[in-house]
């Protein structure tokens, strides 16, 4: 009953998750209104989101929902919204957030080791392989000089980005669930 008449293949699917039919604006009204919906106070959806995309700003790739909840839980905030607010790490976004916290800690004057060139993708591979196979020596020798000013810089930077998202998020949400409430109570 609720199926498409026609099925969309395989290639039209990606293509609408990298670049969505309705565009970027219509996808992010669509967050808006599924974060609205959601139950909860305004406080623990904003407070849940915010997690999430702060947790992203850190360097521990694998571990950033386990982190939002975590925070999230610690202070009363929604684990499903902090879930979607990690969605704001993701392949496109990862570069620049890098970027950012590594040269952020840099100039925040944590000490780095040297490097020429510094290539995220084989540095955080290495890394996972070094981790799988236990090597510690590996992660305290060649992964800590460069983690350190990523993960100062990431700190700073979340907290930065939580606040943002918070104070944005939260009159938002609370207007949208009080429209809500006084349309469902003019319907009745």
């Known amino acids: 009953m609720f199926r498409r008449r026609y099925k969309i293949g395989l290639a039209d699917r990606l293509l609408g998750f990298l670049w969505p039919r309705a565009g970027w604006r219509r996808s992010f009204q669509y967050l808006l209104h599924r974060l609205g919906r959601m139950p909860?106070?305004?406080?623990?959806?904003?407070?849940?989101?915010?997690?999430?995309?702060?947790?992203?700003?850190?360097?521990?790739?694998?571990?950033?929902?386990v982190l939002a909840i975590f925070v999230s839980w610690?202070?009363?905030?929604?684990?499903?919204?902090?879930?979607?607010?990690?969605?704001?790490?993701?392949?496109?976004?990862?570069?620049?957030?890098w970027y950012w916290i590594y040269h952020f800690g840099l100039w925040l004057g944590v000490a780095a080791a040297e490097t020429e060139h510094l290539q995220f993708g084989a540095f955080f591979?290495?890394?996972?392989?070094?981790?799988?196979?236990?090597?510690?020596?590996?992660?305290?020798?060649?992964?800590?000089?460069?983690?350190?000013?990523?993960i100062v810089g990431g700190a700073i930077?979340?907290?930065?980005?939580?606040?943002?998202?918070?104070?944005?998020?939260?009159?938002?949400?609370?207007?949208?669930?009080?429209?809500?409430?006084?349309?469902?109570s003019s319907a009745v």
């Open 40 to 65: 909860g106070t305004p406080h623990s959806i904003a407070a849940g989101f915010a997690c999430g995309v702060a947790a992203s700003f850190t360097p521990l790739v694998g571990f950033h929902i």
């Open 74 to 97: 610690v202070i009363g905030g929604s684990f499903l919204s902090a879930v979607l607010g990690t969605l704001a790490g993701n392949p496109w976004t990862f570069p620049f957030i």
């Open 125 to 150: 591979s290495d890394l996972y392989d070094a981790a799988l196979r236990l090597d510690m020596s590996y992660v305290i020798d060649q992964a800590w000089p460069l983690l350190a000013p990523m």
């Open 157 to 184: 930077t979340g907290l930065v980005v939580w606040l943002a998202f918070y104070f944005f998020l939260k009159p938002v949400l609370k207007a949208y669930q009080n429209k809500t409430v006084r349309r469902r």
